[in-house]
């Protein structure tokens, strides 16, 4: 025998890579068919395993393997909120707004369903992770703001304006992608501006934050 | 025996009489409590009728009596809706929202259980009379605005701007029910008219409503 790299289907995968083989394939499903529409028989062919080892994973079943399939994407979908801080605020709105359109494009089946509810694996396990990536979005919001403590005027703009964004990407979904992806974003990082502007004829605090982003431009 | 009215009690309630005793009782009990929370035990004794006659009208127990409070509901809620069609566009926007606000102050826990989803009894088809209930209120909005064929960027700012509306509820429920009631109402009219002053800047059609809405204050 001489020397060789051992070929993909002989390389023995650790626990963890093996877990994140199968989540991946898991993911790549989900992306494009609804949860009712795959089977782990789908899983393990796409992962080229067999359907005994899915289980050893994941014994649980489909539930299981959804819900972590579905925190992985939460995971990938909190990174695209990441986001150096510095630069015009509104400027780095509309980078994440790009990199979370992009994911939205990329799974957009799978996205669909899961904001859109009625389907039968879904349980209030994973509507706290949905929940989650909201909250963790707000978050980010309020950060880059700089507001240590937000009031209930600005809190209830920053948190409608994420539903803003998650239903215009459903509806973006729906419309068969229209308007392109550079004008839904612009868009919607006006809308932002323009929902804050709303609340700044109300309230103080959001008053001074719009004031910051019109000097920053 | 003298001639004399009968007793409540007594009275034989018709088959659609008793099915909507049972269904303003459910009503009732899932407006403050989550369904999980309710057994069809609490229905009949709210109702102040036996156990089986519940099953006798919702023989697919509490799922099936869920459904049909769920409709029932929903036609309340697209009572709101209805609105003449004469003054200036957007008071009728927050008569409208009064009567929807009024809704969800006295159905609150409910309400909000069903739209943040997660509910065990809920089901594609508790899905799809929610999305009704959206559905209609988009065609009402259009309707007033006397646009008979809607383009893209219109559709998506009226439907995003529903969600804003029913986002704003829950927050506001959330909160406490702040800030109150005549505020929220006042908030979400200035959104709609924000939202669509973002779009007109891009699409002909919503400029041209815009306008409108501008001359008619």
């Given at each position: 025998?001489?020397?060789?790299?051992?070929t993909?289907?002989?390389?023995?995968?650790?626990v963890?890579?093996?877990r994140?083989?199968?989540?991946?394939?898991a993911l790549g499903?989900?992306a494009?068919r609804?949860p009712?529409?795959?089977?782990l028989d789908d899983?393990?062919?796409a992962?080229?395993?067999?359907?005994?080892?899915v289980?050893?994973?994941?014994?649980g079943?489909?539930q299981q393997?959804?819900?972590?399939?579905?925190?992985?994407?939460?995971e990938e979908l909190?990174?695209?909120f990441d986001e150096p801080?510095?630069?015009p605020?509104?400027?780095r709105?509309?980078?994440?707004?790009?990199?979370?359109l992009?994911?939205?494009?990329q799974?957009?089946?799978?996205?669909?369903?899961?904001?859109?509810?009625?389907?039968?694996?879904?349980?209030?396990?994973?509507?706290?992770?949905v929940d989650?990536v909201?909250?963790?979005?707000?978050?980010?919001?309020?950060?880059h703001?700089?507001?240590a403590?937000?009031?209930?005027?600005?809190?209830?703009t920053?948190?409608?304006?994420?539903?803003?964004?998650?239903?215009?990407?459903l509806i973006w979904?729906d419309e068969?992608?229209?308007?392109?992806?550079?004008?839904?974003?612009?868009?919607?990082?006006?809308?932002?501006?323009?929902?804050?502007?709303?609340?700044?004829?109300?309230?103080?605090?959001?008053?001074?934050?719009?004031?910051?982003l019109?000097?920053?431009?």
């Amino acid at each position: 025998m001489t020397p060789s790299a051992p070929t993909p289907a002989y390389r023995r995968l650790s626990v963890e890579e093996r877990r994140s083989q199968l989540l991946d394939a898991a993911l790549g499903l989900f992306a494009h068919r609804t949860p009712e529409d795959i089977s782990l028989d789908d899983v393990a062919e796409a992962a080229g395993v067999s359907r005994p080892l899915v289980y050893r994973y994941f014994p649980g079943g489909k539930q299981q393997l959804y819900e972590a399939a579905l925190r992985s994407a939460a995971e990938e979908l909190q990174n695209c909120f990441d986001e150096p801080r510095d630069g015009p605020l509104l400027a780095r709105l509309a980078r994440a707004l790009d990199r979370y359109l992009t994911f939205v494009d990329q799974h957009d089946t799978g996205f669909s369903a899961l904001l859109q509810g009625g389907s039968v694996v879904e349980t209030s396990r994973t509507t706290a992770i949905v929940d989650g990536v909201r909250r963790a979005a707000a978050e980010h919001i309020l950060s880059h703001l700089d507001v240590a403590d937000p009031g209930l005027h600005l809190r209830m703009t920053v948190r409608v304006w994420i539903t803003t964004v998650e239903a215009a990407s459903l509806i973006w979904l729906d419309e068969g992608k229209q308007p392109p992806m550079p004008d839904l974003r612009d868009w919607l990082v006006d809308q932002f501006a323009a929902a804050l502007a709303v609340t700044a004829a109300r309230d103080s605090q959001t008053a001074a934050l719009a004031q910051k982003l019109a000097d920053d431009l």
